[in-house]
């Protein structure tokens, strides 16, 4: 078998693809990547499929050895990326011969990068993704939710591909230290929410904690209140935004659970998803609300 | 069910979630179970999802293929239409149980809460027919409801950290069957030998939302026989 060797896993190197649709009647979550923008370029760059799979990097501190030569693109977070010795930028692609050592260092703005091989690892599938969920033991390399350990082969094959392609300046994104204002759509139970708990909400800064993963990222801020004593479970969408008894919101990413009880107040607005996954703990997000239809107005715009 | 009890709420930028009735009951499992079957015949490649629950559908469509207003429109219509049409009842299922205190920890303190014998907890436990009324949690694990009230128990104060797969668990008036082995706490009163969840079969579960299920006793033999091992039978007690 040929592909990249992992030399260091770094912090935490998950393979993701599209994600897992349509057995959530199952209890099988999607997966797939945090940040589905920068997904999306690494991929384009390599000229692969959109949904190809790619490594998802938290933070960095990975090293691969490549036994083939093929093309790679690095994208997400403000990365070091090293071929061997040299200093390669980010949103490029990069030409990779047999033997070449490729490094990402540690980010230093963002948290999640994302690298693409050309013609996508070619991982084995179950339920339709080779997207790693750690907690279902379901995807990546052997199909059971494990995360990249040293010594594993990254499946990839051989490409002739050497055209260069760079993502233009405008199109990345611009990692602040302020706060991050993410949209949501109001749904769910929200009208049983008092108005003055939603103003909490919309008027206040909220804190990401420090038990925030792909699964959730739990709020730290003013509690917001609700009467509601009991819920029936029921299906929880992506960026759905759900208060707990202690009156926090925690925002249920793409590990989630499929179901819950907890009353909710909407969902985030998936393009500011993509910008919850490059937020460490610690950092700060304020909420305002955005109509269904321009949402969806702008999601067909985006799409084009 | 009279239409008028379905209610359509926006989830989120593509997902609307549809509520069936106040409570749950086998009725209103049956309709929810029939309107997603309609709905992913006539709207197939628009819709990404469904979640089934015990009064709710979750609808997660493509919002590049239909619209919220549309897809409204198309669920109100499938709906209207599966009122009149006799309901799909689901499949019955029958899962045999090795109730024991070596595979059942919480049985005596059950039988005890519940003042009865354990004889009784079990014979009980049987005497149900249970709805599937939801799966989530882990892949696999469904939730039947209900209990008969007189073996209804709150779960553990502290969940277990590992709950070996097939423990048979009571939570207030609802039984499950853990799928995998997990952390939980539910009331494990017997084991299950069969797979509830196996990726690498078509289905990949033995139960859906709507179908019905019974437990019958079994022997410790039987339960070896079945695939039951004596490693996951005294893990349940750790």
Same mark, same amino acid.
């Given at each position: ?7 260091? $896993? ?18 099988? /979550? ?103 969920? !750690? +907690? ?169 | ?83 009149? !049409? ?44 249970? /709805? ?32 070996? +797969? ?16 997990? $952390? ?14 196996? $990726? ?39």
């Amino acid at each position: 078998m040929t592909g990249l060797k992992v030399i260091n $896993p770094g912090m935490y190197s998950l393979i993701q693809d599209g994600g897992r649709q349509g057995f959530h009647n199952i209890g099988i /979550t999607t997966g797939g990547p945090f940040d589905r923008y920068s997904f999306g370029w690494a991929n384009k760059l390599c000229n692969n499929l959109d949904y190809a799979a790619c490594l998802e990097i938290l933070v960095g501190g990975l090293v691969l050895e490549s036994s083939i030569s093929t093309q790679i693109a690095v994208t997400g977070a403000d990365v070091p990326i090293k071929i061997n010795a040299k200093s390669v930028a980010g949103w490029s692609t990069h030409n990779i011969a047999v033997g070449d050592r490729i490094s990402i260092g540690y980010a230093t703005a963002g948290c999640r990068s994302y690298l693409a091989v050309a013609g996508g690892i070619q991982c084995p599938l179950i339920f339709g993704s080779a997207s790693t969920v !750690k +907690r279902e033991k379901l995807g990546g390399l052997t199909k059971d939710g494990q995360a990249l350990a040293q010594g594993d082969l990254i499946p990839c094959n051989t490409s002739q591909e050497n055209t260069s392609r760079t993502v233009a300046q405008q199109y990345r994104p611009q990692f602040s230290q302020d706060t991050t204002e993410i949209r949501l759509i109001l749904g769910y139970q929200y009208s049983q929410f008092d108005p003055s708990q939603l103003h909490l909400l919309f008027n206040n800064e909220y804190t990401i904690s420090q038990q925030s993963d792909r699964m959730g990222y739990r709020l730290e801020g003013p509690a917001i209140s609700y009467s509601q004593s009991e819920m029936l479970s029921e299906g929880i969408c992506l960026g759905a935004i759900q208060i707990t008894a202690d009156g926090q919101p925690i925002i249920l990413l793409c590990d989630r659970q499929t179901i819950g009880g907890y009353p909710k107040l909407g969902s985030v607005f998936s393009p500011d998803i993509d910008k919850l996954a490059q937020l460490m703990p610690g950092r700060k997000i304020c909420f305002k609300a955005i109509d269904l239809k321009q949402a969806q107005v702008l999601l067909r715009q985006s799409a084009q | 069910m009279s239409l008028e009890l379905a209610k359509i709420t926006i989830a989120g930028e593509n997902s609307v979630i549809v509520y069936f009735s106040e409570r749950p009951c086998s009725r209103t499992s049956s309709l929810i179970a029939s309107t997603a079957k309609l709905l992913q015949t006539n709207l197939s490649d628009k819709l990404i999802d469904l979640v089934p629950s015990y009064t709710s559908l979750l609808v997660v469509y493509d919002v590049l293929l239909i619209d919220y207003l549309t897809i409204k429109t198309e669920i109100q219509t499938v709906i209207s239409n599966s009122s009149d !049409k006799p309901l799909t009842t689901g499949n019955r299922i029958e899962l045999p149980v090795y109730y024991s205190l070596e595979t059942g920890p919480d049985l005596q303190r059950l039988a005890e809460h519940a003042k009865l014998t354990i004889d009784d907890v079990i014979a009980i436990h049987q005497q149900t027919e249970y /709805t599937v009324y939801a799966m989530g949690f882990a892949p696999g694990f469904a939730y039947l409801g209900e209990t008969d009230e007189k073996i209804s128990m709150p779960r553990l104060a502290t969940p277990r950290t590992i709950v070996p +797969r097939g423990a048979v668990g009571i939570a207030d008036r609802q039984t499950a069957i853990y799928p995998a082995e997990s $952390p939980g706490g539910w009331n494990l009163i017997g084991q299950c030998p069969s797979l509830m969840f196996n $990726p690498s079969k078509v289905p990949s579960t033995l139960v859906e939302v709507g179908d019905r299920v019974r437990f019958k006793a079994i022997s410790r033999d039987q339960f070896i026989q079945l695939g039951g091992t004596n490693n996951s039978a005294s893990s349940a007690i750790q």
